[in-house]
């Protein structure tokens, strides 16, 4: 069972940066894919990000660019870097974890959620 714990949300303003951490349980995390999906209220939960093995990352068009996945596995830490942050950025974040060690950008590519983060852009 891998445990994921998120923090690092809050309240910014727009044009502004936030750094997102995933904190994992286990020993393998090294070989576990990560991602972070993220759902604003009233629309469905939709892919953010992955990154497998070390260096392996892809991601959504929306934030291409502005957002950076990056994990230590010292740590056992994914992290998400989110610049230029804009109103359309706000919702829950949420970490997931592949057993598979493969990703992808759909929720049933993951065993495990972390319980979310609340990111908030203001104009």
């Known amino acids: 069972q891998v445990q994921l714990v998120e923090s690092g949300g809050g309240l910014v303003q727009a044009g502004g940066s936030l750094r997102l951490s995933c904190a994992a349980s286990?020993?393998?995390?090294?070989?576990?894919?990560m991602a972070w999906f993220r759902q604003a209220p009233g629309k469905e939960r939709e892919f953010v990000a992955h990154?497998?093995?070390?260096?392996?990352?892809y991601y959504a068009d929306s934030v291409k660019g502005r957002f950076t996945i990056s994990r230590d596995n010292a740590m056992n830490t994914v992290y998400l870097q989110m610049n230029s942050l804009s109103p359309g950025d706000t919702a829950v974040y949420y970490c997931?974890?592949?057993?598979?060690?493969?990703?992808?950008?759909?929720?049933?590519?993951?065993?495990?959620w972390g319980q979310g983060t609340q990111v908030t852009v203001s104009s």
């Open positions: 997931a974890a592949d057993s598979k060690g493969i990703g992808g950008s759909s929720l049933s590519d993951y065993d495990y």
């Open positions: 286990g020993r393998t995390f090294s070989l576990y894919a």
């Open positions: 990154i497998v093995r070390i260096a392996w990352t």
